[in-house]
């Protein structure tokens, strides 16, 4: 699963001093973080729906001390249970039908194998959908040794039936810290076997990777990175020359973001509200705050479902784009009073504050859809004088002294992660961009990527959102030989030049 | 007023075979001119609405063959007729009122007059909107000279009002082609005047000195030019390592494109239709050729109405983001029967071909709203077989032997310059970004514009969006110091990096 | 052309002193009218657009005096110039090609010819498209005499055309009063021949034979009418006892009603706002005043096309209506300041007062789509401290010592009527609503219709939209037998209880 | 909780063979039914989300079997466990909050206590929402005893709240049909207290006292039934001359049809849709089965979010309406093998048969949102040839012997009903509606109301929108006495005659 819409991670410490500086300049930092913590934070967030069909059985023994075996015999992964493999399966069989641009890529594919020969470690959520990823990767000839980038959201039988097929899977729901690592270490350090890809979300793969095992890059041809996080790593060690081999960012493909801000936002905003508190969204009074793709997102939708919606702007081209788009643009302190829902889309911190929540009215709604749990200052709500009472999962009424509530969702973190689910849709695109990067990196010729972080090249990034048409049964136009001479381009593509902006 | 949406002009021949080369690879290129023609197409577009006004008195005398005083005795001027100047003023006051942005600029700079010293010489459009344009320049410090980059475009009354307060004005509706070159030569070779400064809208100005006056440039500070035409010469003549100046391109700055294409589109192609068919929108069956910008504004307009739009695309891309926006993406053979309007936003040539034109069903209505008028095939529709009817100005209907009439719009040149009028706001986003191009260009310190093509810093880009949010009551929020610290941003901007993508 | 939005036009005085108290009573007068007027204001309402092709020749013979023959040798009729048919019937053909329902009337049912015997008298707008109504009469078997309901709306080319053809027109652009009584009078009152049948809108042709030929109601089997003054009239008729014939209502009927309010002035609105003042929608703020239908469609596309609008109500129920759809409903007197536009839909009156328009912002715009030129108080404006400037047609500024400006479009007249057009599909509708209730009048087998007032039999209602249907290439579902039998309904309708809210 | 948007329950047996044929007349009929059923349909209908909250303790001994005592040391009621009373106390708070008319109905009324004397028997979901009328209710002077009409929906700590507080209640969450009888019983059958009024919900109340305790309606001054079935119910009585009192058709009001047809299920499509399949709405091809409100409210939302709606239609209007909304209209076959989603809202039977169930595409959602569970043939899906699967609550895979999986939703029943939650401002709108006419009849003058069935009288429905208006902070605008005069209206209202159609 993305991270969505930018949010950065913090870094965990793995570079010195002048780097931390560098990091300091970086736009969206997210914050100093103490050296002490030694786990990323989205390695820690929590997650509602992606893991709802796992057991919460009471079996309480730890994976790493039991012996399990799979039906082909192996023993070489650890998973909460392999006899979830067949319910896990199911799951795996229900995500192919909505992932049909990896099957098709499965089907084009298979027959040249052009992963025959990778060795691919990989560290993302997993969940149904990563796991139709892996098995692509499988089908077009790699071998598959994978671990969680988040200790909460593997799906158990999902890692099962991974586990039952025999991709090497060490990965269950509710790892403590250490298990992190040492999940992690079993991908890495196997007996006989060495990865020349990586496949990483967040970057403590790479870290690690970077920390224990810096051999290992001599045979690595490419690291494939999706989050914001673990990109903005990859760039500060390309900045300081520590590099060692290309790496590929696959977040900032215009496909990718395109579908994890816009249009995923405009889906996870009415459902991460109508989950959490039923409201009604005719006539309501919303204010949201940033109106960027996030931003953007949230606006189409609830102005579209009848809300009345204003946004606050520091940069003056969105503000003329919010107002062009019907959106009257204001000052917080100016509406907060008549609000009914303040959503908070910035990237930054402090964006509502306590003399903000003070002012609310009686039943206001307040909920982050931004990068990370900054926005909303919800620490000054931890203060004696205020109550704080929890009416459903993920949703808090915080009382103030006369009686006043005001409603806050996921405790101030990612509305749509915490309450929501993400279209298996978009996950798709994600997982395509992945599957092709790695494509691309393997198999590219001595010369073609240097030690450096590239962007996916924009032909590719077409041809992801080409795998995808079919699901809306659209039919693309080409271009005739005359109109390709006559517009100076290819055929096939690429399209439209690098600044476009769609 | 501006070119909208990029039409590209064809050039006029002035570069040797090897630039004719390069030329031809480039994508937006119009096609290959004939040596013959000396005169830019845009020069010659026909306007209907712009000067709407202008007189169509009877007067035949050529102005170049008139002697013409304003009230301060100056003749340094031709323009039809100096009595109209009181009507031109209040042309020129009303356009005041909608272009708050240049007056606001005149407030803010009027004091430290960042334009003193500078001379101007100018070939724009002379509407009231260019003349709030040139007198917010004389307003801050600037003398100028100024002639049409068209020979229909010009309105009379407001060149009159221009030549009445002492600017030295070349233009008229209706100039031949003689007096085209004749009034840029008046404007640049003026006795005991140099220019130091040109404001381009298309590269005939560029041109001429470049042909007759190159040592002009060794004066020049710098050119700013407006158009996609003429912004395609300056990239060719750097290429070449013949610009001899620093240029700035305006025409593709952030503010400018999004309402050049997107936000102006979106109004004027209803406009545009129903001032020419009266058609009734609601459930019309509607296809639309191209889904970037332009593509987007026309689509989102049609839809709101109750049209019930199809979308056809060569770019992967483009096409998914019809399918979220709610499109179907056909090929237009699948619909073409179907439908009732066929709108193209392509930039491509022969999109509506001959055969498609004959299987359009009785009463279809077909336009233009890209960059050219090559993107329907009108020419295959001389043909004898085919009678045409001039049914009223700028419709025509062409009748197949069966009786089957096909409403051509324009005669498939650009329909909203064609048929609908541009809002003033739009080309005050223009004109204060040429405004503040002259005064960056102008006061540079020595060194930091070279020889080269330049867009205007982003930073600028967000002062013209911010000039413009007072016409919206719109509240820009501040950056506190810590938020722009924990952003990494300096508090007054630039917010974005360069390759956001807005 | 139809009244639309229902506005009611005064009355003729034809009833007694008690009719005026009833009449004074009814909640959609709109003001009491002094005796010595004797043509309806709908008669004397200007048309911008209807009349646009006919020409102003300086031929000021009135027609009355010339003499006139067809080629078929007749010269029953009294129209400009006979020798404008040719140009004429090309207008009805154009407008034949939009209203199909009408052409497949005439196919279904030439046949039986329906209207066999029919002799109608006629009073309405002679436009093209009611030129195709009284073609499809005479197709279906009446005879048909007719004259102009408007002293300004005739198309002199159409009446032309139909004269040519032998309907007997009386009727030309630029009627006075008393020609406008004389050409009634030549329809009614012909040598051996006597109407059967009455089709009237705006009642003044009603008045007339109740007035003159009261005789004339022995023969006749029902009147149609379809404005809202006709139609009051006509209650009135039937209250007081004095209605001795059927009379069919059809401006009521489901069809038409959404046609000529929600849909037509969602189209209309941004016609009207856009051909007058090129304003730009996006960002404006705009007020409605009044959210029934016609409200409901400014604020739709208004909306749509990214206006930020809010509306004022006095009833609790559309108030919630209108909130619900996402427009804040305010008091005037609160947002009067902001306000960039200024809409009344209220069919009330000085909705918008002098204390109002003289707290508006400079550059205000001010129109009405409501039903009468009394819901701006423009009486009010005309005070000699105001200066009005005429800026374009139908356009006034209207100018307050300090210098600000309120701009007044159609001097508070409709605005579609006045500045924008209808298209032909709606008054397809209509046209199509009274061939229908002729046909049912005419046919209906004694008993059926007594001395009263009918809306148009909810089936034959069903039965105009199915014959629009195709229009969209729209296919219906049929109930199977079962299906209908289950809803107990029949499998041809009427679908609907009378009751439905649509 | 309201039965939305009028689905029709089957009526239970207590009416002879002719009211029999009668009722299979009715329009809205929903099928025979067997007479040895005698609970109705709606009483045992499941309910997803209203007892969400409700515990599902293993404490298995009947309510009827327990002794239990309120603080106040009454016995007089009958509920799970009187112990969650403080727990349901929370629950009205929080609907308090949502429910301000009724709150300001409590404070208006208060004082002069319109309801005192009323002993009021009432039978209605028991949750939450009609808390919060029930103890309006009796701030208003009124005694109450109540029951549940479903034998699944009582919030079970809700029922012990009121029960602490005095109210007699006899409900509880998982009645069986002897237990909904046994409390209606009770409710009705009081020692020394005999009602007056009764507000049913559904006609199993009233149905109950007309066969048993028939001399009670010698007191009772009036029914109020919100349901669609109980109204039916009652017209039947009426036209067999059986109805004894006068009863109020609470659910044909305007405001609660908007609320619970357009409005509502424009807001819980998306929520059904999503809590069920976590699809992604972009793109997607639906068609929708009947353009009503219903159908209005579904293809307004998903349209809204970028889905390509089509629909299906047996009625003109509706048909053109689609059109001119921008929607396709087909036949189910034209399209059926494209659909994404299908979602049937026409209140008629097999509208998707189970030919048009072959031929989905895999895939494919099916579901309604209309009246009963007749639309879809669910029936035929149960055959030896195609495997079911439940993947999660209320979602089944369908699978085809091929493979091709269909996915149900709700087996076809009510979507929002089973799936999404209903806003507690929606229920606000019923409760006030309900309590306005309790007041009306109870306190109507001696024949102002005879034994017949009442619409809400127009001004008490504005009433309840005016009420419902501060939610929005909208602001009425009041006609001043000059205007009220000029439209023939009361300043107060009613503002509109019977039969406008908002």
Not at 119 to 125: D, L, N, R, Y
Not at 319 to 324: D, N, T
Request: hydrophobic share 35%; net charge neutral.
């Amino acid at each position: 699963m993305a991270h969505k819409h930018g949010h950065v991670r913090d870094r965990i410490q793995f570079a010195n001093a002048e780097d931390k500086q560098e990091f300091s300049k970086y736009p969206t930092k997210a914050g100093r973080r103490s050296l002490s913590r030694s786990i990323s934070q989205s390695s820690t967030d929590s997650y509602s729906s992606a893991a709802s069909y796992t057991d919460s059985s009471d079996d309480e023994t730890s994976p790493r001390d039991k012996t399990q075996v799979n039906s082909q015999g192996s023993s070489d992964f650890c998973v909460k249970n392999i006899k979830q493999a067949e319910f896990g399966r199911r799951e795996i069989e229900i995500a192919e039908q909505d992932m049909s641009a990896l099957m098709s890529l499965r089907k084009r594919a298979q027959g040249e194998k052009p992963l025959a020969g990778a060795k691919v470690v990989g560290c993302t959520h997993i969940t149904a959908q990563t796991a139709v990823l892996i098995e692509t990767l499988v089908a077009l000839g790699a071998q598959c040794r994978w671990t969680a980038c988040n200790i909460y959201s593997t799906q158990n039988e999902v890692a099962a039936a991974l586990a039952e097929t025999g991709v090497s899977v060490f990965a269950w729901k509710g790892e403590s810290e250490d298990d992190f690592w040492w999940c992690i270490d079993r991908c890495v350090n196997a007996a006989g076997w060495q990865a020349n890809m990586i496949l990483d979300d967040g970057g403590d793969l790479t870290h690690w990777v970077y920390k224990k095992y810096p051999s290992v890059f001599k045979k690595v041809r490419g690291i494939v990175e999706e989050s914001v996080t673990g990109v903005h790593r990859l760039y500060q060690l390309s900045k300081a020359g520590k590099l060692c081999v290309p790496a590929m960012n696959v977040n900032d493909s215009v496909t990718k973001q395109k579908f994890d801000n816009l249009y995923c936002c405009r889906e996870s905003i009415l459902d991460g509200l109508k989950r959490t508190t039923d409201i009604m969204f005719g006539g309501k009074q919303v204010v949201v705050c940033g109106y960027g793709e996030v931003g953007k997102g949230c606006c189409a939708a609830l102005k579209a479902l009848g809300a009345i919606v204003c946004i606050t702007e520091i940069d003056p081209i969105c503000a003329l784009q919010a107002c062009m788009d019907g959106f009257r643009v204001v000052k917080l302190s100016e509406v907060i009073r008549q609000m009914d829902v303040v959503i908070t889309c910035t990237g930054n911190k402090n964006v509502v504050s306590r003399e903000q929540l003070d002012r609310m009215k009686n039943g206001c709604i307040v909920c982050n859809m931004g990068h990370s749990n900054t926005e909303i200052d919800v620490a000054s709500l931890r203060s004696p004088e205020l109550t704080w009472e929890r009416v459903r999962s993920q949703v808090d009424h915080i009382i103030w002294p006369d009686g006043k509530r005001v409603i806050l969702l996921a405790e101030g973190r990612l509305l749509n992660l915490s309450c929501s689910t993400v279209p298996t849709f978009v996950l798709s695109i994600t997982a395509t961009t992945q599957a092709l990067a790695l494509i691309e990196l393997f198999n590219a010729p001595e010369g073609r990527y240097k030690q450096d972080v590239y962007l996916l090249p924009k032909k590719m990034d077409e041809y992801v959102a080409s795998l995808h048409l079919p699901n809306f049964d659209a039919h693309l136009t080409e271009l005739s030989d005359e109109q390709a001479k006559y517009m100076g381009l290819h055929k096939n593509g690429p399209f439209k030049p690098n600044y476009y902006r769609y």
